[in-house]
């Protein structure tokens, strides 16, 4: 099976930039996928192939991917991005998830 | 506007069988796209459970291939998820969601807690 690696935690100051990694063997070749998640909440889709936003999310929200990692990246960080981030890839005709990264704006 | 709306029991007893229902509203499932279901246990994250295009064709996780059906309502306007067996691991919040042809999940339901337990 594949696996997504994200780091546990990630720390951002108010209005810095934050930057998520999701590390995998050769996920430069796979579309990547990234979600949201507010404490309680479904998750919702924030980036997806890569580097596309849906027409909600704010274009703070970037994301790119080459060679074996994928990187989501907040810009001027906000309390409302607090959240778990997870990226998504779909391999071998299952969905695979990273375990999801906390996201602490400090 | 899609939206998903899940409904089922929220307690299972073991070796029993977990059953939810995803009403689809602002699409016709017949229009396309795949629809599935997805898992997170307290406090961990989520699982990929499997989906259902509008053909029938699914794709489910190996890992639960053995206990899971996935199927579309003859309505059209709902699917559904049974997980067989079920254990004290299969404790989750289950969400229902519509997945596209680049198999992103673009809109979820908010989300079932499913207990198991007698």
């Known amino acids: 099976s594949y696996d997504l690696t994200q780091p546990l935690s990630v720390s951002v100051a108010l209005g810095q930039t934050a930057r998520i990694t999701c590390g995998g063997k050769?996920?430069?070749?796979?579309?990547v996928h990234w979600y949201q998640q507010k404490a309680g909440q479904a998750p919702v889709l924030v980036i997806h192939?890569?580097?596309n936003r849906p027409s909600n999310i704010p274009d703070r929200f970037s994301g790119s991917n080459s060679a074996n990692t994928a990187t989501l990246t907040i810009s001027r960080a906000q309390a409302g991005d607090e959240a778990d981030y997870y990226c998504?890839?779909?391999?071998?005709?299952?969905?695979?998830f990273g375990a999801g990264t906390k996201l602490t704006v400090l | 506007q899609v939206q998903l709306q899940q409904s089922g029991p929220g307690l299972v007893k073991p070796s029993e069988t977990l059953s939810l229902i995803c009403n689809v509203s602002?699409?016709?499932?017949?229009?396309?796209?795949?629809w599935g279901w997805i898992r997170q246990p307290p406090g961990k994250g989520l699982e990929w459970i499997g989906h259902?295009?509008?053909?029938?064709?699914?794709y489910y996780s190996p890992s639960l291939k053995s206990r899971v059906t996935i199927s579309v309502h003859t309505s059209k306007t709902q699917f559904s998820l049974n997980l067989s067996s079920v254990t004290a691991a299969d404790t989750a919040v289950y969400y229902c969601?519509?997945?596209?042809?680049?198999?992103?999940?673009?809109?979820w339901g908010r989300g079932n807690l499913v207990t198991v337990s007698s």
């Open positions: 259902v295009y509008n053909s029938g064709t699914t």
């Open positions: 192939m890569d580097s």
């Open positions: 050769n996920i430069g070749g796979k579309d």
């Open positions: 969601a519509r997945g596209s042809s680049s198999y992103y999940f673009d809109h």
């Open positions: 998504q890839v779909w391999d071998s005709r299952t969905a695979v």
């Open positions: 602002g699409y016709s499932i017949s229009s396309g796209y795949y």
